[in-house]
């Protein structure tokens, strides 16, 4: 079964404005951790954001928040006034303690490219 | 900080031969992580050790493959012998032992079995 869903493969959004990527997650865990990282054409994997389950509020870092709807079991990346560099991959990850202890389980990844 | 530390970055062999990607981890991560990256497949992740013992190593393909962490501060994943199949960027990460939160990855090897 899936458990990280990324339903879109690319999007594009104009420097200066605001964007949303999917993610939707699968899990029967109560504690797990819900992560973003970014990857460059160059291909390094940088850490965005985490979310743990039980975090009351949305987590948030500079101009990247995560809109966690834990009933809907999804947990959007929201980039706010978007840049050229923000142009790359994305990808959605997913730790459930209880089922797979320390591993991420990634999504397919979404394709951001900001147009100037 | 150095960040995590792997080598080669490019490596290019022919089907049949040993190939040995390194892995050093931040110094005082006490978790390291070895992930493989194809369009097909995306990012699987390959093992896990936590204070140098495998602790998973379901996502390991096949026998041809191995890892190892002997100390703290270094790992080795070998895949002997390579098939094309293996062409990938393979990916190594370490996180702190009080802190499963975010994973740092180093800059990957990418490798090429023709």
């Known amino acids: 079964a899936q458990k990280i869903t990324q339903t879109q493969p690319g999007m594009f959004v104009q420097e200066k404005e605001a964007v949303t990527l999917d993610c939707t997650y699968d899990t029967s865990d109560q504690s797990y951790g819900l992560f973003w990282y970014k990857q460059p054409s160059s291909g390094e994997m940088i850490f965005l954001i985490y979310?743990?389950?039980?975090?009351?509020q949305n987590a948030t870092e500079g101009r990247y928040s995560l809109n966690f709807q834990k009933a809907r079991k999804s947990a959007n990346l929201v980039i706010s006034a978007s840049q050229l560099g923000d142009s790359a991959m994305y990808f959605c990850?997913?730790?459930?303690?209880?089922?797979?202890?320390?591993?991420?389980?990634f999504g397919e990844g979404t394709q951001l490219t900001v147009n100037p | 900080d150095a960040g995590v530390i792997q080598s080669p970055r490019h490596e290019v062999t022919e089907m049949g031969q040993e190939v040995t990607l390194r892995c050093k981890p931040i110094?005082?991560?006490?978790?390291l992580f070895w992930y493989r990256q194809t369009m097909m497949r995306g990012l699987e992740l390959l093992i896990y050790?936590?204070?140098?013992?495998?602790?998973?190593d379901s996502g390991m393909p096949e026998d041809r493959f191995s890892a190892k962490m002997p100390n703290a501060s270094f790992s080795t994943l070998k895949i002997q012998p390579s098939e094309p199949r293996d062409s990938a960027v393979y990916f190594c990460?370490?996180?702190?032992?009080?802190?499963?939160?975010?994973?740092?990855f180093g800059p990957g090897t990418r490798l090429t079995v023709t």
């Open positions: 050790f936590n204070n140098n013992v495998p602790i998973d």
């Open positions: 990850a997913m730790r459930d303690v209880e089922t797979s202890g320390s591993r991420l389980t």
């Open positions: 110094s005082g991560h006490n978790s």
């Open positions: 990460a370490s996180t702190p032992g009080t802190r499963y939160h975010e994973q740092y």
């Open positions: 979310q743990g389950s039980y975090d009351e």
